[in-house]
């Protein structure tokens, strides 16, 4: 059995995968991988959300190749001003005879771009929040978890707003903006697994070997936290690109001429009842591509999490 | 174990202690999160900005104005002073005078609070009214179509942009179908038939007998309630329908059906009046969401709340008013908070 040939037939890649004797660490984990993903698989809407988040992900790799006019240079202004969706204009052109399809395609780059930033400002601010907090617990613990809790007591928006509002308007400023409101539930959840963690006997077989306590909690106790939070933080991706739109709706996001999907929408605002297209388009890549995370989260849950399923 | 179970005993006394030992506890969490707040907002308008005075002052200002405001906003004072300062100026509703308006802040916030009252209201009203009939239904018909179509229902409500679709409504039944009123809350031409009294102009027109201007608010009203109540509906329903999965799963169903009891009695007496307690709960929790719902939805509907005071503010770079409007929202949320916590205590008899 000793390195079965790939190129066997399904049947024996199967068993390879379902061996319940793996010779690998590398074996044993496509295993389990194997698992989750039959067990996702059967969830049609879940594959539907996956479907999305990787078409917006080509979408912004490739938005050179796709789009087929330029982002943020329009055409002419005596002839191709908010012309309705057409054969040459498949979402029709804007105020700036800019071709809105263009733009909702370049405007996938902004909105993974402010999705992946936020995760990866507010993630290790949660996890690192949360993992000392319930490592170390006793003033520490009590003092970060009130602070975590009057962070939670601002509706996420209306914060955000603040911070933007002081910080000035711009995609970097939202993105921090967002960053900070996103993280307290990040340490929550950080914190129920840390307490968890804590008392286990490999902690405590670490801790006499003589590991520091800085150590014990960036070696061995964040590394089991964080499975779990990359669940929390998928199924919050579609809340982070709503509060992004909404930010750049208010126009307090990417400033102009950046096509981010928000402030698209707040242009088409003007021209609303005789050109609704010009709004009409970029909300619905919004709706679309939330709704993919959405059923993408919901989808990695319940194969993640069964007990939450329901 | 041993002391809960002498505490117990104890009579009057003990129990009157402990509950004024809850009590307290309850203060303090209070008042430490209120502070916190405070501090939050302190260090926004303060910390955050490269200078405060700056934008107050704008930087073409000559150095004297500069001086003169700086000293005014007591910015040559220590940090910690000035937080103690602002701490008490908070205590007593004073934000400062907003920019925009010359108005104090929380005059502004007063006289727009209702409007935002109004609409939150609504929505949740209208949430609580679909939201837990369909999350009931989707829990006994659990499985089958009409399930599938809460959730996608509620799934789309998780999804979509709240400005968007309200743009897509005012499209729809305002411009193409001509069924409701536009943005704003009432006609210019009904306006001066009443005097605002509550601030609520569906109440205000009732009590005043103009029935005229009674039915323009309500068709100028429908349309953004509607909105917020679907984003409290997609909300309601769905947590309805797992904590009925939860109780129609419990022992005293079964028993209740075996002593012969309707389906409807069984549904909608029993196992709904078990989920209604946690239910209190979201309820509360889905009409802090609106607070911030409203944020958007104001602006979209051009509704004269607080959600568009503060955003009128922002591009105004109103500071004050940003500040004074986020701390009122804060302290709503946390008192909401409060309020289904205490209102679980009250419901449950196994928290007493």
Known sequence: MAGAPLAEQPAGLRAWLLSPEPHSRWQARLGRFYLGWR????????????????????????????????????????????????????????????????????????TLFVVVLVALIATPIGLLVGTVSGYLGGWVDTVLMRITDIFLAFPRLVLALAFVAALGPGIENAII????????????????????????????AVKLQGASTPRIIMGHVVPLCISSLIVRVT???????????????????????????????????????????????????????????????????????????? | MVSAVMNGGGGHGSALRSFLKKVAQFVIVLATTLLGLVAVTFFIGRVVPIDPVIAVVGDRAPAHVYERVRTELGLDRPLIEQFVIYVKKAATGDFGNSVLTTNPVMTDIINVFPATLELATLGTLIGVLIGIPLGVLAAVKRGTLIDQFVRVLGLVG??????????????????????????????????????????????DTAMQGQWDAFWDAVSHVILPACLLGYFSLAYISRMTRSFMLNELA???????????????????RHALRNAAVPLVTVIALSYANLLEGSVLTETVFAWPGLGQYITNSLQNADMNAVLGGTLVIGTVFVLLNLVSDLLYRLLDPRTR
């Open chain 1, 39 to 110: 067990a996702f698989s059967r969830n049609p809407l879940a594959v539907v959300g996956l479907g999305i988040v990787i078409l917006l992900i080509l979408l912004a790799i490739f938005a050179d190749v796709i789009a087929p006019y330029s982002p943020v240079a329009g055409g002419d202004l005596r002839t191709q001003r908010l012309l309705p969706p057409s054969e040459t204009f498949w979402f029709g052109t804007d105020d700036q005879a800019r071709d809105i399809f263009s733009r909702v395609v370049y405007g996938s780059r902004i």
């Open chain 1, 177 to 204: 903006a967002i960053a900070i409101t996103s993280w307290p539930p990040y340490a929550r959840i950080a914190r129920a697994e840390t307490l968890m963690i804590r008392n286990s006997d490999f902690i405590a």
């Open chain 2, 250 to 268: 419990q022992e005293y169903v079964i028993a209740a059906r075996v002593k012969g009891l309707s389906e409807m009695r069984v549904i909608w």
């Open chain 1, 235 to 310: 199924l919050d991706m579609a809340g982070i690109i709503l509060t992004a739109a909404g930010l750049g709706f208010l126009g307090l996001g990417a400033q102009p001429p950046m096509p981010e999907w928000g402030a698209m929408v707040a242009t088409g605002r003007n021209y609303l009842i005789d050109q609704w297209w010009v709004a009409a388009m970029p909300g619905l890549a919004i709706f679309v591509v939330s709704l993919g995370f959405n059923l993408l989260g919901d989808g990695l849950r319940d194969v993640l999490d069964p007990k939450a399923a329901k």
């Open chain 2, 158 to 203: 998780y999804s979509v942009p709240i400005f968007w679709l309200g743009l897509m409504g005012l499209l729809l039944f305002y411009a193409k179908l001509g069924w409701v009123a536009g943005p704003g809350r009432i006609d210019v031409t009904y306006s001066y038939l009443y005097t605002p009294v509550t601030g609520i102009v569906l109440l």
